[in-house]
């Protein structure tokens, strides 16, 4: 299981951008969370199954996401 903390500016659009990097890739995540705090969105995302290269590439490409400042990989975090 890996774990992706995305923080993007809170704009409509914003979620669905970050979910759209996993649903290209034909992934279903495991949980989704978000919360919105000021004008900042906080993502966090579950997926398992995934080798590792593949989970970098995805952060990856969150990080080149318009409206993304920040993004987080946990690597085999149990699942919850």
Same mark, same amino acid.
């Not at 969150?62 to 993304?68: K, S």
């Given at each position: 299981?890996?774990?992706?903390?995305?923080?993007? %500016?809170?704009?409509? $659009? %914003?979620?669905?951008?970050?979910?759209?990097?996993?649903? $290209?890739?034909?992934?279903?995540?495991?949980?989704?969370?978000?919360?919105?705090?000021?004008?900042?969105?906080?993502?966090?995302?579950?997926?398992?199954?995934?080798?590792? *290269? $593949? @989970? @970098?590439?995805? @952060? @990856?490409?969150?990080?080149? *996401? #318009?409206? #993304?400042?920040? #993004?987080?990989?946990?690597?085999? #975090?149990?699942?919850?």
């Amino acid at each position: 299981m890996h774990r992706f903390r995305i923080e993007v %500016s809170a704009e409509p $659009q %914003s979620l669905l951008r970050v979910l759209g990097c996993f649903a $290209q890739r034909d992934i279903v995540p495991a949980t989704t969370r978000m919360r919105v705090e000021d004008s900042r969105m906080q993502i966090e995302i579950e997926a398992g199954n995934l080798p590792p *290269a $593949q @989970a @970098a590439l995805i @952060a @990856a490409k969150l990080r080149e *996401a #318009v409206a #993304v400042t920040d #993004v987080a990989l946990d690597h085999r #975090v149990p699942a919850t």
